[in-house]
């Protein structure tokens, strides 16, 4: 039993996962497997109840080398310190023997550390130089290195490519041949179909049913998820109209890409494929003014832009990659990020009516399927999924005409996905043109057309109606 203030995060719930399997905590945002993490790993006591490991009581909260050699996670968000080098992120926390740090020996014990678990990194590079998936094999050798057998990764392929992701499969599998026992965390059924062999459903705070995957069709799955029975997206059919609503012209960033005409109608919502490399992420934060680009103009109705604030008069909205540094204002209520941008709307000379704020966050909440105790509380308290919504709704509360969306779905469950995509259809309908950045195909579909981007050029202009085998061979440079 967990509680935090009124909102019970995790009522009488439980999860027992034997030696060596890996096993699957899924559920809806807000389900309570963050909570049920912090938990595990000793960051939190519970209210009620006790966590055992091989039938042994926990150790003491204060006592955080004895948990560490236990469990180990993996988290979201990256634990590791960019301004540190790599074998100083290894031995954080325990650098020293006796109060004295030793250098040489550190970096010679990092090598080895990276040497055992087959991680192929300099120990001497800067952390903040890695890319995501070389950050996170850091904090996965860095896990183990305490000597825990039982790790728990958390949203792990939420930033990864599809490649990175079948890397981190493989090894995932040799960990498990290694006898290391793992929970798996992610809003993604099929990698649970991939990688683990039982699977935990939380819903409502409560423990709903544990399965063996192999067993388990995936409409139930989804239904002991959601407590209904799920319904397929009905992707809508719609003519784009004659205005431009973004365009950009002999667009270039070094190192990023180069060559980039593109055009979007009002009416339309163009998708943004490609790997992580590939420069569609570079591309979309210059076509909302996080980036200025070395060659070539971007306008957004028919105005020249040169930064966020240009691109937001301009009429645009947007949902950036980096949402917990760009995208909320956690101590502010739901209420209050989402009516930010539309206070000139709302009241008038920017003053905005509590009671009108309100009115618009009890819409959006309903509209977007948002978890929460109410309008007034903080976004900070709400789960990961939840807070992804309040920067969806934020960037569509002024009704813009364009719509610039990276990744809106990362870390949104099954069923809000169908709300979010719906989201970006309702504002197209109404006659925005939007640009969607995704890793997912499943998000791409909604698109009427998807630009596939490889090396920092666009490759190919896909209509509507591919197949997966199809986008991902362009994706891939294999076929064009
Ligand atoms: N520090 C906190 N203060 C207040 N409420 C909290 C706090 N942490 C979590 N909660 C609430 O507890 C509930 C469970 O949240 P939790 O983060 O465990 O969900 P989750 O299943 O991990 O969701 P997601 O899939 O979105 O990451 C939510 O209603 C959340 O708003």
Redesign the pocket.
């Known amino acids: 039993m967990k509680r935090?203030?009124p909102?019970v995060?995790l009522n009488g719930a439980g999860i027992t996962i034997k030696e060596g399997e890996t096993h699957a905590l899924v559920?809806?945002?807000?389900?309570?497997?963050?909570?049920?993490v912090s938990i595990l790993t000793g960051l939190q006591r519970p209210d009620e109840g006790e966590v055992l490991f091989s039938g042994q009581a926990a150790p003491a909260l204060a006592d955080r080398d004895a948990w560490r050699r236990r469990v180990a996670c993996v988290y979201q968000k990256s634990t590791i310190i960019p301004q540190l080098s790599v074998a100083e992120n290894l031995f954080l926390n325990r650098q020293t023997d006796g109060g004295m740090i030793r250098w040489r020996g550190l970096r010679a014990r990092a090598r080895e550390v990276l040497e055992t678990y087959q991680v192929d990194i300099d120990a001497d590079v800067l952390a903040g130089d890695l890319g995501v998936e070389q950050r996170q094999l850091v904090e996965i050798a860095r896990a183990l290195s305490f000597g825990a057998t039982f790790i728990i990764l958390d949203?792990p392929t939420a930033q990864l490519d599809g490649p990175a992701i079948e890397r981190l499969f493989e090894r995932m599998r040799s960990l498990r041949e290694q006898g290391v026992t793992m929970m798996f965390i992610s809003?993604h059924l099929d990698e649970v179909y991939e990688i683990c062999q039982s699977v935990s459903v939380?819903r409502d705070?409560r423990h709903i049913m544990t399965s063996p995957v192999a067993d388990l069709p995936h409409d139930e799955l989804v239904a002991a998820m959601t407590g209904e029975a799920s319904a397929a997206y009905e992707y809508r059919s719609r003519t784009a109209g004659d205005d431009v609503v973004i365009a950009a012209e002999g667009l270039a960033l070094r190192g990023r890409y180069e060559d980039v005409d593109l055009r979007v109608r009002s009416g339309e919502i163009v998708g943004l494929a490609g790997s992580g490399s590939s420069g569609k992420v570079g591309l979309a934060e210059t076509l909302v003014g996080l980036r200025r680009a070395d060659a070539g103009v971007v306008s957004v109705n028919g105005t020249p832009i040169r930064d966020v604030p240009s691109a937001l008069r301009a009429g645009l909205g947007f949902v950036p990659q980096d949402r917990h540094h760009e995208g909320f204002v956690p101590l502010l209520s739901i209420a209050e990020n989402v009516t930010i941008p539309i206070a000139h709307k709302l009241g008038r000379f920017g003053y905005v009516s509590p009671a009108a704020r309100r009115a618009r966050g009890v819409q959006m909440i309903d509209e977007l399927d948002i978890?929460?105790e109410g309008p007034d509380?903080p976004v900070g308290?709400?789960?990961?999924?939840?807070a992804q919504k309040v920067v969806l709704a934020r960037a569509l509360a002024d009704d813009p005409r364009a719509v610039v969306v990276i990744n809106p779905t990362a870390?949104v469950?099954v069923k809000a996905k169908q709300s979010l995509l719906g989201a970006v259809e309702d504002a197209v309908a109404r006659g925005a043109g939007a640009v969607l950045v995704s890793d997912e195909l499943d998000d791409l579909r909604v698109c009427d057309r998807v630009l596939v981007m490889f090396h920092g050029r666009i490759v190919k202009d896909v209509p509507r109606g591919w197949s997966d085998h199809e986008l991902v061979a362009v994706m891939e440079g294999i076929e064009q």
């Not at 308290?381 to 939840?386: K, V």
């Open positions: 935090f203030g909102t995060a559920g809806r945002n807000g389900a309570g497997k963050s909570t049920l949203e809003h939380f705070a978890k929460t509380q308290d709400l789960s990961g999924g939840n870390g469950d």
